[in-house]
């Protein structure tokens, strides 16, 4: 039973392009997150959003932008890729409501390994 | 900025043995507390929330708060291959969530 689903689980795109990476959850959780994942740097929070058309930066916002025009789906978009964002991309979701509640209980997707050559 | 410390790893514990893996966080004010495991090219997945000082079990799984010290404790108990994972201690506080980078644990059979 998928919860949570990432578009695409590998992605090879040239410096410059434009990147879109869609996540779409089932659960109908108000949160949800963008992450990104390095080895020795850990989980990042690039942003998050606790309801339809909000969203918030987190940790390591630049570069990125996101959006969230139905409460299933959020999309993260890198409007000129960089080599640096290469990376493991996370997309997760929560239950509860607010502009800081909750965050609690994450449901994962499954990840978007971005290549950017 | 809020800090999750953890110990890197790689820690290697004889399957049977119990593997007991350490966080240290520096926001006083945390109030919630996470493990999640995280097999090798897989995403994250919870496996225990604590939320009070002392003891919280499930099956072999322990979690171990101490809010005064400022740390908690995963303790996995008759450890099995299939549990040699990365752990990743996750800390609420006021400004949300904040994930340490993990520790790598390796069941040797």
């Known amino acids: 039973d998928v919860k949570v689903t990432q578009s695409s689980r590998y992605l090879v795109k040239r410096t410059g392009e434009k990147v879109f990476l869609e996540c779409v959850q089932d659960?109908?959780?108000?949160?949800m997150f963008w992450y990104r994942q390095d080895p020795g740097l850990g989980l990042r929070l690039i942003y998050f959003s606790y309801d339809v058309k909000m969203k918030e930066k987190g940790d390591i916002p630049e570069g990125y932008s996101v959006s969230r025009e139905k409460k299933e789906r959020f999309s993260l978009i890198l409007e000129s890729a960089s080599t640096n964002q290469t990376s493991m991309y996370l997309c997760?979701?929560?239950?509860?409501?607010?502009?800081?509640?909750?965050?609690?209980?994450?449901?994962f997707g499954a990840g978007s390994r971005l290549t950017v050559l | 900025q809020k800090e999750v410390e953890q110990n890197s790893g790689p820690l290697s514990v004889p399957e049977g043995a119990i593997a007991s893996l350490n966080c240290t966080y520096s926001?006083?004010?945390?109030?919630?507390f996470f493990w999640y495991r995280q097999y090798s090219g897989k995403s994250p997945e919870l496996i225990m929330s604590?939320?009070?000082?002392g003891d919280k079990e499930d099956g072999r799984f322990t979690a171990q708060l101490n809010k005064a010290s400022q740390y908690v404790s995963l303790l996995i108990r008759d450890s099995q291959p299939s549990d040699s994972a990365t752990y990743l201690c996750a800390v609420k506080g006021a400004d949300g969530l904040t994930f340490g980078k993990g520790t790598h644990l390796i069941i040797q059979p």
């Open positions: 604590i939320y009070s000082n």
């Open positions: 659960m109908d959780h108000e949160n």
């Open positions: 926001d006083r004010g945390s109030q919630s």
């Open positions: 997760a979701s929560s239950l509860y409501s607010g502009r800081y509640s909750g965050a609690n209980v994450l449901t």
